[in-house]
């Protein structure tokens, strides 16, 4: 799902090719405060636009656990009346464009989805031309803003609560490693933008070729970089199913103590659960959505639709209880990116989560390590915002 997009994010519509529509248009600088109107003492319609159809392994099973999230938090919703009608995109730009029109057509005032970040953006697009605000289940920052907010978790969300963190415990000297992929290099900006704002400093960047070869020729350089400037952490973009395994564990045994050097994550080290075992990761910190939350929706969810749900499908529940939350206020305006951005944010599957003015999102993560192959959270999540976030 996660994929950069170098293409100018700022040209006006007319200018969009065929090539560049995806990454450009979404980014349009639509006014936040712009939004249809709505009557909040009728079923509000809702367009949720999934992945069905797509020649993707596992999308068809993506498909329904969002559908079914949606639903099961209609259902959660006290007051407010919910018309959800589902759209499938097959995961294409130009079948969720289609898509997008035909919702807004048969009178569709907000509309979640897709998941993917070309899709999303192209469903944006669509939308802008109604004056109607999209939800979408991408993690891509680069298609976020005017009527576009994603959902989906940020490599910036996370970096800024890890190395808060880190400073607050004193290890904020940091060198980043990352790979030399797309996911790697974002993941090292947003690790560095984070330092800036939180006061770390970076001590280093070292990159890697996403190859055993190129992760063992990094191995040196990494230690001796974080000799060098007296590195007391680590800050690692690799994820369980790519670097992370063979990092953690060649670099102890290159001597880069995890004592004195604090093993940092950007992505999830607890998944798959396997990687728990591991040597090298114990000890190591990252971040996660608020466990018990977390596990709050699994349990419903299972109990309702007889199995777990897909790992982003919480995003269509999230969607929902935004908009829920705001209707149940009975203002016209509810829909609104000024509504959808309201600085205390709401309650989802994972805690609390609000929508940004930039269309990104800020979602109250907890801090956690891993010891005696257990997830331990050792600093909680946030159960409220407080200022006016990053």
């Known amino acids: ?51 069905r159809g797509s020649a993707k392994s596992g999308d068809s099973v ?21 018309d959800l009608k589902v759209y499938d995109t097959a995961g294409d730009p ?5 898509a997008a029109t035909q919702a807004i057509n048969d009178g569709a005032r907000i509309i979640l989805g897709p998941v993917y970040a070309e899709a999303a953006n192209a469903a944006g697009v669509a939308a802008a031309k109604r004056n109607v605000n999209v939800l979408a289940f991408s993690n891509n920052t680069a298609i976020a803003g005017g009527n576009v907010f994603i959902l989906g978790a940020t490599f910036a969300n996370t970096a800024q609560r890890l190395t808060e963190y880190a400073v607050r415990q004193g290890r904020g ?9 797309a996911a790697g290099r974002a993941g090292s900006a947003a690790i560095q933008t984070a330092a800036g704002r939180t006061g770390a400093t970076i001590a280093g960047s070292v990159g890697y070729e996403l190859s055993q070869k190129g992760v063992i ?30 990092l953690t564990q060649l670099l102890p045994e290159a001597g880069l103590d995890k004592e004195s050097t604090q ?35 699994i349990t419903r969810y299972s109990s309702a639709y007889g199995g777990a749900p897909h790992s982003i499908g919480g995003l269509a529940y999230d969607g929902i209880a935004a908009i829920g939350a705001l209707v149940s206020a009975g203002k016209s305006d509810a829909l609104t990116g000024a509504a959808l951005t309201q600085g205390a944010g709401f309650q989802g599957t994972g805690g609390i989560f609000r929508l940004r003015a930039d269309g990104t999102n ?11 192959q257990k997830v331990v959270v050792i600093d909680p999540a946030p159960s409220s915002f407080s200022g006016t976030g990053f």
């Open 1 to 51: 799902m996660f994929a950069v997009f170098k293409q100018a994010r700022k040209a006006a519509f007319a200018a969009i090719t065929a090539i560049s529509a995806f990454a450009l248009s979404a980014c349009n600088p639509t006014s936040i405060g712009s939004g249809p109107s709505i009557n909040t003492s009728k079923p509000v319609p809702v367009a949720l636009l999934v992945p």
């Open 362 to 372: 800020e979602r109250g993560l907890a801090v956690a390590t891993i010891q005696e």
């Open 62 to 82: 993506l498909a329904q656990s969002l559908e079914n999230a949606a639903r099961l938090a209609i259902g959660d919703l006290k007051g407010v009346q919910v």
């Open 263 to 297: 093993y940092i994550g950007l992505t999830r080290w607890d998944i798959p659960s396997p990687t728990l075992s591991l040597p090298g990761v114990q000890g190591g910190w990252f971040a996660l959505p608020d466990p018990s939350k977390s596990q709050q929706f």
């Open 217 to 246: 020729d990094a191995v040196g350089p990494i230690r001796d970089t974080a000799r060098a400037n007296n590195a007391n952490a680590v800050f690692m973009t690799a994820t369980t199913a790519g670097a992370l395994p063979l």
């Open 173 to 181: 000297n940091i060198v980043i490693v990352s790979g030399n992929d």
């Open 94 to 98: 130009a079948t969720a464009a289609n």
